[in-house]
């Protein structure tokens, strides 16, 4: 299966899920729809379109959840007529990201769940740390640093 990473340390791990689980599509994206990879897609506008819906339902399943039993809720399962939808967050050292896995009459979700489960524990020991972050840009800096950053960008000494 055609797999694309934006993040070169989730291809080996996404792979392993998506044959292992028997998946025909699934996608990895942040929690604000940016897709960090995917498997199986054929066309950018469906990745796109996929990638908004999934963060928007975990959005909104989250935020549901909090209001009916206090905590946000995880695992989401639809089972259509032909294809079956799983949708999961997974937590890792550089933040959460929502993954998003479809799989049809050869799997099962139970097979789905647990391959996601080491999906998760793979991505957790895969995930570089993250950057530390820069100081704070001080209002006396700021000009000074914009103004350098413009004319490097434009060739301007």
Not at 18 to 34: K, M, P, Y
Not at 61 to 89: C, I, K, N, T, W
Not at 129 to 146: G, N, T, W, Y
Request: proline content about 6%; hydrophobic content about 45%.
């Amino acid at each position: 299966m055609n797999i694309a990473t934006v993040e070169p340390w989730v291809e080996a791990p996404l792979r392993r899920y998506v044959d292992d689980a028997r998946a025909r599509l699934a996608l990895l994206l942040h929690t604000s729809g940016q897709v960090v990879a995917q498997a199986g897609f054929t066309r950018a506008i469906d990745v796109m379109t996929a990638c908004a819906l999934a963060s928007a339902v975990h959005a909104t399943s989250a935020e549901l959840g909090r209001q009916v039993d206090g905590r946000p809720f995880r695992g989401l399962h639809h089972a259509g007529p032909q294809r079956q939808l799983y949708l999961a967050p997974a937590e890792t050292a550089r933040g959460a990201y929502i993954c998003l896995t479809v799989f049809d009459d050869e799997s099962s979700l139970g097979l789905v769940r647990m391959y996601f489960d080491e999906l998760c524990k793979e991505l957790m020991v895969a995930a570089p740390p993250l950057a530390p972050l820069r100081e704070p840009a001080l209002a006396v800096d700021f000009e000074r640093d914009l103004n350098a950053n413009l004319a490097a960008m434009f060739g301007r000494n």
